[in-house]
Each structure stands twice: as structure tokens, then as C-alpha cells.
């Protein structure tokens, strides 16, 4: 299996555009997860759904963040409009289990600058 | 509301020792994991532990889950440049609530 795809890896872009981040699960998993990782807040939940239906976004900042997963294969993250405070990493993974145990694989995140 | 602490936030070593991080919770978890994550990538899965007072091995580096399940530790032996890295443990509850420390910066000089 190929592993958690995100697109791009990295985007620039001018405060107040809007960018669409992209993530395709791992097949068979049926969970998956939006996570901001900064130096200074370390990694955060933005949103997870489970069988493609948002299960908890608490997380996420604000409205300006939204986040759809259509399928089972595919899912964006859409900041609209961006603003400099949202440069992170963003990572996206999926899970799946049974019983106790259920593990995450991660993607290799997009690097998200916005000037 | 779940948390997870992790000590110590950084480490520098030089090749050779040994070393350990820990990772304390106030919650219970059904398992928890430790990811490493280097520059530029995604974490990636270490281990998972399940059992209360299970022990892991992967090469020279050894975890345990506390009897209670709310604490764990990983020790790395004769540490390499090549463990250099963000450690990073994780627990959930079945599936549900996946909750992260903020990491152990380990850098291990040669």
C-alpha cells in the first residue's frame, strides 16, 4: 500500500486566498484525521471522521476552516480566506482497528505558508 | 478532557548512552503508541501497547505500558544519530478520542 497521500507538499500563498489541502487514506481504513502541527502548539486535532461522517470538530479555528471527505478515499481541508497564523504543517492520517487497539498512519503533511 | 505529559521536552545525548522518556496521563487508555518523527515527515508508528505492564521490544529500544494504563515509557539503548528525533506517544479509547503529548525533542550527537 502506497500509505497516507497528501497534495500539495507545499503551498504558498498571499494572505486572504484560499487553499485546498488533499489527503487519500489508506484503503480499508475507516477513520481519518486533520491534524496542525507548530512549534509552538505541537500537534492538533483539527477534525476525524469515521465512515466518512465528521465525528468531532472541535478543533477546528474557526469558521474560515472546513473540512469534507466525500468517499472513503478521498478527503480536503479548505482554508478560506488564509491567513498568516494559519502557516503550519498539516497533517492528515487514518486509522483503523479492532477492540482496544486502533493505530494511526500519517501522511508526510503540507507545508503550508501564507505571507 | 484526556492528557498526555511527556518528560523530559528535550534530550541531548552523545552516541553511545542510554537514555528514557516517559509519557503520564491522569486517564486511562485501551492502548497507546509512540511515533518518531524526523524533519519534514509525518510521524511514523513505533509500537503499540495494550496490556497493563506489557513490555515491547524493537531492537534497542524497549516500551512499557504502566500497570494502570495511564503511563508509559520508551528506553533506548546505546543510542545512535540515527534516533534522533521528535517522540511523540499517543493514547485512544477503542478507536475514539486519539489524544497526543507534545513530544520529546531527542537529539544524539556523535
Known amino acids: 500500500d502506497a500509505g497516507v497521500i497528501q497534495s500539495p507538499r507545499h503551498e504558498v500563498t498571499e494572505m486572504g486566498q484560499e487553499v485546498t489541502l488533499r489527503c487519500k487514506p489508506i484503503?480499508?481504513?475507516?477513520?481519518l484525521f486533520w491534524y496542525r502541527q507548530t512549534m509552538m502548539r505541537g500537534l492538533e486535532l483539527l477534525i476525524y471522521?469515521?465512515?466518512?461522517?465528521?465525528?468531532?470538530d472541535s478543533g477546528m479555528p474557526e469558521d474560515r476552516f472546513s473540512a469534507k471527505m466525500p468517499n472513503a478515499s478521498f478527503s480536503t481541508l479548505k482554508i478560506q480566506p488564509s491567513e498568516p497564523r494559519d502557516s503550519a504543517v498539516y497533517f492528515c492520517?487514518?486509522?483503523?482497528?479492532?477492540?482496544?487497539?486502533?493505530?494511526?498512519?500519517f501522511g508526510p503533511g503540507t507545508r503550508l505558508t501564507v505571507t | 478532557t484526556q492528557l498526555l505529559e511527556q518528560s523530559p521536552q528535550f534530550l541531548s545525548i552523545q552516541e553511545g548512552e542510554n537514555l528514557t522518556v516517559y509519557c503520564n496521563s491522569s486517564s486511562v487508555f485501551s492502548s497507546l503508541q509512540w511515533y518518531r518523527q524526523e524533519p519534514g515527515e509525518g510521524p511514523v508508528l513505533l509500537v503499540t501497547?495494550?496490556?497493563?505492564?506489557e513490555v515491547k521490544k524493537l531492537k534497542r529500544l524497549t516500551f512499557q505500558f504502566g500497570d494502570a494504563r495511564k503511563d508509559s515509557s520508551l528506553h533506548i539503548t546505546a543510542a545512535q544519530p540515527g534516533d534522533t528525533g521528535l517522540y511523540l506517544c499517543?493514547?485512544?479509547?477503542?478507536?475514539?478520542?486519539?489524544?497526543f503529548g507534545p513530544g520529546t525533542r531527542l537529539s544524539v550527537l556523535p
Open positions: 484503503s480499508g481504513h475507516n477513520s
Open positions: 471522521f469515521n465512515n466518512n461522517v465528521p465525528i468531532d
Open positions: 499517543a493514547g485512544s479509547n477503542y478507536g475514539q478520542n486519539f489524544v
Open positions: 501497547v495494550v496490556t497493563g505492564g
Open positions: 492520517a487514518s486509522s483503523s482497528g479492532q477492540g482496544s487497539v486502533y493505530e494511526q498512519y
